[in-house]
């Protein structure tokens, strides 16, 4: 099908293009960007015509964290539900953890779930692969088998390696093949409280999880990437502590990379409120310093990507005491908003806030993308057609009722939050209009 995105504002951080013109898509893919491709004589005859007058076109999102609940967590979310919800947040390409009931541990499991994902023509689906056999930290995985079948990396999702001689042989078996090992930084020890150590968890009587949790656990991955040089993403850093040994392992030429959720971009630990269980997420929210250094650090590129961290959980999950809860929110729909939200508060240009949800995360799949690194996060002309069409000047407000996912809950739930989605086209299809 021939579309044509015409009078936007096309901005692709990625070349640094920010102007006014239209977008002619044909076969999948991109074939020109300029201004007057809808003029008579043009030479290009659409199929459809998506009116972006008032609008941003940009890349379509990239999220490196979405939890699908497929396999055997279908009380909480289905694929059907939560893909729908990826697009219509404008995310085009999303990174699915390993820790589905059964784990992606097996080569069938993640054919599976990359052959259901497929048939619903939406987003496209990376699956991560575990780093060990049932996500144990005992027994490394085959990762050639689990590369073969569709995975791009390969990680542990929120259960730490308790015995670091197992974490080295799996950073050297990776560095070895090349695969990049995706690892939340938190010590199994320090790590098994329900929120951040600090006055407000003494007050409320909650167990705390002290930054050196974080820190423990990143100056011992940093020590094993210095032995065995294995690519290393962290995932969803909390504290500014964490970021200063980030920032200096990345002067040293370390190769890792890192991001942060949403909700610790913006929340902190005064916003768990009255034992609001929405707020029962992992990290734990901490303090307003290290929500201001996560948001300078995604600011000035020390952070590599924003993502959403989406989690949904069902009702009777949420409905208990907070240490009780089910941790996790729902988050890929608001993924877009909230980056704008902070860019907006933060006076963020528009080119830097779209990287760390486009061309950032892209870049942190790197190669592992085949075909599609070359086009993943951008609006290049012979690239993948995959373009979110935003309403900047739009509001909306999430909620029950608002979101697509099949979970429900959220901390921003009653938050106006800027930019809405217009369309979203995967492969050159419509995907959400």
Not at 5 to 17: E, H, L, Y
Not at 66 to 94: D, F, N
Request: proline share 6%; with cysteine.
């Amino acid at each position: 099908m021939k579309i044509l995105i015409s009078g936007g504002r096309v901005i692709d951080p990625a070349s640094g293009r920010d102007e006014s013109c239209d977008v002619a898509v044909a076969a999948g893919r991109i074939i020109a960007i300029k201004p007057g491709l809808g003029e008579p004589g043009s030479g290009f005859v659409p199929d459809r015509t998506i009116d972006a007058t008032g609008c941003i076109v940009a890349p379509g999102l990239v999220d490196l964290a979405v939890r699908l609940r497929e396999p055997g967590q279908e009380h909480a979310g289905m694929l059907e539900s939560e893909m729908a919800a990826a697009v219509a947040g404008g995310v085009t390409s999303l990174v699915c953890p390993p820790d589905t009931d059964p784990v992606l541990d097996e080569p069938g499991l993640v054919d599976m779930l990359k052959h259901r994902a497929e048939k619903l023509h939406q987003a496209r689906v990376f699956p991560l692969g575990a780093l060990t056999r049932g996500l144990a930290g005992e027994v490394l995985t085959e990762m050639v088998e689990l590369t073969e079948a569709g995975c791009i990396g390969f990680g542990q999702a929120e259960v730490p390696i308790v015995n670091t001689q197992v974490l080295q042989r799996a950073l050297q078996y990776a560095a070895t093949f090349g695969y990049t090992v995706w690892l939340r930084p938190q010590d199994a020890w320090l790590g098994k409280g329900v929120a951040a150590s600090g006055p407000l968890a003494t007050r409320m009587g909650l167990s705390g999880v002290p930054v050196m949790a974080e820190l423990i656990a990143l100056h011992t991955i940093f020590e094993l990437v210095r032995s065995t040089r294995a690519r290393v993403h962290l995932c969803r850093l909390s504290s500014a502590a964490g970021i200063e040994l980030v920032r200096a392992a990345k002067a040293e030429g370390l190769p890792v990379t890192c991001d942060v959720s949403v909700h610790n971009l913006h929340l902190i630990d005064v916003d768990l409120g009255y034992f609001d269980s929405r707020t029962r997420l992992s990290p734990p929210l901490r303090q307003q310093r290290d929500r201001d250094a996560l948001r300078a650090a995604l600011a000035d590129g020390t952070i590599d990507a924003l993502v959403s961290d989406h989690t949904p959980v069902d009702d009777d999950a949420k409905a208990l005491p907070f240490a009780e809860a089910e941790v996790g929110a729902s988050a890929v729909e608001l993924l877009l908003s909230l980056a704008v939200h902070w860019a907006q508060a933060d006076a963020v240009p528009w080119a830097r806030a779209l990287a760390t949800v486009t061309h950032g995360p892209a870049r942190v799949l790197g190669a592992s993308l085949g075909t599609l690194s070359a086009s993943a996060g951008q609006l290049v002309e012979g690239g993948v057609a995959d373009v979110c069409v935003l309403d900047a000047n739009a509001w909306w407000t999430p909620g029950p009722d608002a979101l697509r996912s099949q979970g429900r809950h959220t901390p921003f739930a009653g938050t106006e939050l800027p930019a809405v989605v217009r369309a979203t086209l995967v492969g050159g299809q419509v995907a959400f209009a």
